[in-house]
């Protein structure tokens, strides 16, 4: 599931960057789920509800400085 949800955020990649300069994305079922100033206040917000593996957390910034962050129920990736 998370390749898709970050192959949602590439193809949307324009209009989020537009909406969301700055910020982090947080896509489940390749949809936004909500969106947050920090990476800590993405996680740790959305741990609460959602289980590791099923999202992923993407800064909305320049895409020359992209970087995905994927996660597994046991692992984390960034």
Known sequence: MTNKNYEFFKKNFDDLYEKHKDRFVVIKDQA????????????????????LGTFLIQECSDPKNRIAYFYTPNVAFY
Not at 37 to 50: G, N
């Open 32 to 51: 936004v789920l909500a969106v947050y100033d920090t990476f800590d206040e993405a996680y740790t917000t959305t741990i609460k509800t959602e289980k």
